[in-house]
């Protein structure tokens, strides 16, 4: 091309002949954020009331009725599919997590009461030892302190299969084991489950981000941290070996935890992976957007369908988020 023909392209090509109104943006709009790509997390305990989570404003730590109740609601703003995190009590915490695969615990039995009242709900389940550990620690811990993978991954496939035997639909494998979603595709085959779906949290990063979860679960470590298991912030290749890992041991979906801060992390998967992408927009990411907006800093409607958009666009199918229930309502107003 000359340089005159260059020029007069340029001035010919008028990117804003595209944004003149509403109607002609929604015509070229490459994204979309809809109430059928998005999974709602929520908290469960074994008691009758029902508690607010104050680190995590607008969320609650329901009661098995109270969950009833929220999923009825949830249900009304399109949402139709769920992932379960139990704050279990202190009295069945040990230091072998065997609350874990109780399969009249807590879980199994809220999974079988919500399978009853609703067939086609899909219920996504966290595999993990966190919140039945003593030692708040997603894994098995020696003595030494060390947490132990095949040990663990013993547990976390007995886990898994009292969630299959509730009904649930995807099992959520977030503890970082190594060859925890091999093992687990395996138990469930062997035991006729071959229809559950493994969504594994295939780079889940050691986050500061998830402190509002574990105070809503009261799931934190009483000592030392996650970082032999969780992935350090600082990598974005090693992400691409978990990734060829999971899709080697039968994962159906690939997730990347937390979103905001690991767009391209979800953009990497996107280019190397033909599964669906999930992402997890976790608490922490939630919190700051809760706290800037009720002090009148943001304005949380735009903001947050602003940050699902980001995450679609960097390449996620599915987004894990607690503002899941107010994006239909948020549509409509637009
Ligand atoms: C633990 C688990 C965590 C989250 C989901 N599953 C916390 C952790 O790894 O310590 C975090 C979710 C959030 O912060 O919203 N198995």
Known sequence: MTRTRDALFSARSRPRRNRRSEAIRSLCRETTVSPAA???PLFLHADKEDCPIEAMPGQTRWSPNGLLRCVEQVREQDINSIVLFPR???????RKAEESFNEEGLIPNTIRRLKQKW???TIC???ALDPYSSDGHDGLVSDDGAILNDETIAVLCRQALAQARAGADIIAPSDMMDGRVGAIRQTLDENGFQDVAILSYTAKYASAFYGPFRGALDSAPRSGDKKTYQMDPAN????????????????????VKPAGAYLDIIRRFRDHTTLPVAAYQVSG?????????ESGWLNEKAIALETLTAIRRAGADIIFTYFAPQVKGWLAEA
Do not use: F, Q
Not at 236 to 255: F, Q, Y
């Open 38 to 40: 998005l999974v709602y």
């Open 88 to 94: 279990i009590d202190d009295a069945l915490k040990t």
């Open 119 to 121: 067939p086609d709900l």
């Open 125 to 127: 389940t966290d595999v």
């Open 236 to 255: 974005s290749r090693e992400a691409l070996r978990e990734l060829e890992l999971d899709e080697l041991e039968g994962a159906d979906i690939l997730m």
């Open 285 to 293: 990411e939630y919190l700051m957007v809760k706290a800037a907006a």
